[in-house]
């Protein structure tokens, strides 16, 4: 069983930034595409960003682009989002996911306040 651990979430004002983390229990992401996702209360699930195989670009959704940054350690078998002018409609809980969504982590809260 794989299990993707995220960390690094939490409490920020507006304009901070934050970097979250998720970690993979084996080695999958050699051979696997990566994503973030949010979800605020009462929406739906957001996609946010993805790394797709092969590893040639980073897409973003339009409500993050230029402000969140997507990046992957295969040596780390992990990878990260770096949340940078943060916005209080950027609060919710940011998922990570493996392999087109067959794994998830447990979701990390963002809090960010005017």
């Known amino acids: 069983?794989?299990?993707l651990v995220e960390s690094g979430g939490g409490s920020v004002q507006a304009g901070g930034s934050l970097?979250?983390?998720?970690v993979a229990s084996r080695y999958i992401l050699d051979?696997?595409?990566?994503?973030?996702?949010?979800?605020a209360p009462g929406k739906e699930?957001?996609?946010?960003?993805?790394?797709?195989m092969p590893r040639t670009s980073?897409?973003?959704a339009a409500s993050v682009k230029?402000?969140?940054?997507?990046?992957?350690?295969?040596?780390?078998?992990?990878?990260?989002?770096?949340?940078?002018?943060?916005?209080?409609?950027?609060t919710a809980i940011y998922s990570?996911?493996?392999c087109g969504g067959v794994y998830w982590?447990?979701?990390?809260?963002v809090t960010v306040s005017s």
Do not use: H
Request: proline share 3%; charged share 15%; glycine share 6%.
């Open 58 to 60: 980073t897409t973003y």
């Open 19 to 22: 970097k979250l983390s998720c």
């Open 96 to 98: 990570c996911a493996a």
């Open 105 to 109: 982590g447990q979701g990390i809260q």
């Open 66 to 90: 230029g402000r969140f940054t997507m990046s992957p350690d295969n040596a780390k078998n992990a990878f990260y989002l770096q949340m940078n002018s943060l916005k209080p409609e950027d």
């Open 31 to 39: 051979n696997c595409g990566m994503a973030w996702y949010r979800q």
């Open 1 to 3: 069983q794989v299990q």
């Open 45 to 52: 699930r957001e996609w946010l960003s993805s790394i797709s």
